[in-house]
């Protein structure tokens, strides 16, 4: 419900994530294969517990709802305060849906760049002109070079945005970027095209020069 929602859009925040992990969680989404749908995350919780007061119905109490080892419930409980500064379940509801928005747009632009930009080779590596990477917007650069580390290094997980950032932040100053390795993948530019390969190629190529 929607209070499940501002909670994991405070956590998020305070984890530091982007406009990606902003949005919250969606309607739709799928999870190691299953499918799922939340659809009363537009809920607010007050609601839901009027329409099983009117029913008759006895609510479920959940122990661990109230249990602050969690940090949701810590989040939870900091709500009334936070409501009192104005901050309350529909506003960040409201911020949840501006987020999602501003994600599609980002992400629709990154996909236009990734065509024009991205070349990915035979062996696994890629290559992008380093003067298209550092003229993009900074969002969308960020989003852009995730996507290929994570094609070219084969990790699954979500890389950490603070180190997509600062690689953007170096490749934007369109001078030589020495080799240094990020996610799996080793990065580097000679100023007009930036190369990204598997770390592990590296160590075969050592090995076979070794043998």
Same mark, same amino acid.
């Given at each position: 419900?929607?209070? @499940?929602?501002?909670? =994991?859009?405070?956590?998020?925040?305070? #984890?530091?994530?982007? &406009?990606?992990?902003?949005?919250? /969680?969606?309607?739709?989404? +799928?999870?190691?294969?299953?499918?799922?749908?939340?659809?009363? !995350?537009?809920?607010?919780?007050?609601?839901?517990?009027?329409? &099983? +007061?009117?029913?008759?119905?006895?609510?479920?109490? @959940?122990?661990?709802?109230?249990?602050?080892?969690? +940090?949701?419930?810590?989040?939870?409980?900091?709500?009334?305060?936070?409501?009192? %500064?104005?901050?309350? !379940?529909?506003?960040?509801?409201?911020?949840?849906?501006? /987020?999602? @928005?501003?994600?599609?747009?980002?992400?629709?632009?990154?996909?236009?760049?990734?065509?024009?930009?991205?070349?990915?080779?035979?062996?696994?590596?890629?290559?992008?002109? #380093?003067?298209?990477?550092? =003229?993009?917007?900074?969002?969308?650069?960020?989003? %852009?070079?995730?996507?290929?580390?994570?094609? &070219?290094?084969?990790?699954?997980?979500?890389?950490? %945005?603070?180190?997509? +950032?600062?690689?953007?932040?170096?490749?934007?100053?369109?001078?030589?970027?020495?080799?240094?390795?990020?996610?799996?993948?080793?990065?580097?530019? @000679?100023?007009?095209?930036?190369?990204?390969?598997?770390?592990?190629?590296?160590?075969?190529?050592?090995?076979?020069?070794?043998?």
């Amino acid at each position: 419900h929607l209070g @499940d929602q501002a909670e =994991t859009i405070l956590m998020r925040l305070a #984890h530091g994530s982007g &406009v990606e992990g902003l949005r919250g /969680m969606d309607r739709f989404t +799928e999870v190691e294969g299953c499918r799922i749908f939340r659809p009363l !995350l537009g809920l607010d919780p007050q609601q839901l517990r009027e329409i &099983v +007061e009117r029913t008759g119905l006895t609510a479920a109490a @959940d122990p661990s709802n109230i249990d602050r080892h969690y +940090e949701r419930v810590r989040w939870r409980q900091a709500m009334p305060e936070l409501e009192e %500064l104005g901050l309350d !379940l529909h506003r960040l509801g409201d911020f949840a849906g501006r /987020m999602a @928005d501003a994600d599609a747009l980002i992400g629709a632009e990154m996909e236009r760049a990734f065509a024009a930009l991205v070349h990915l080779g035979p062996d696994g590596d890629a290559e992008l002109p #380093h003067a298209g990477v550092s =003229t993009l917007n900074r969002a969308v650069a960020v989003r %852009l070079l995730g996507r290929v580390l994570r094609i &070219v290094g084969g990790d699954r997980k979500p890389h950490a %945005l603070g180190a997509l +950032e600062s690689l953007y932040g170096r490749l934007s100053q369109r001078t030589p970027l020495r080799a240094s390795t990020l996610h799996g993948c080793i990065v580097q530019s @000679d100023g007009m095209t930036v190369s990204i390969r598997p770390q592990g190629a590296r160590r075969a190529t050592l090995l076979g020069t070794a043998g």
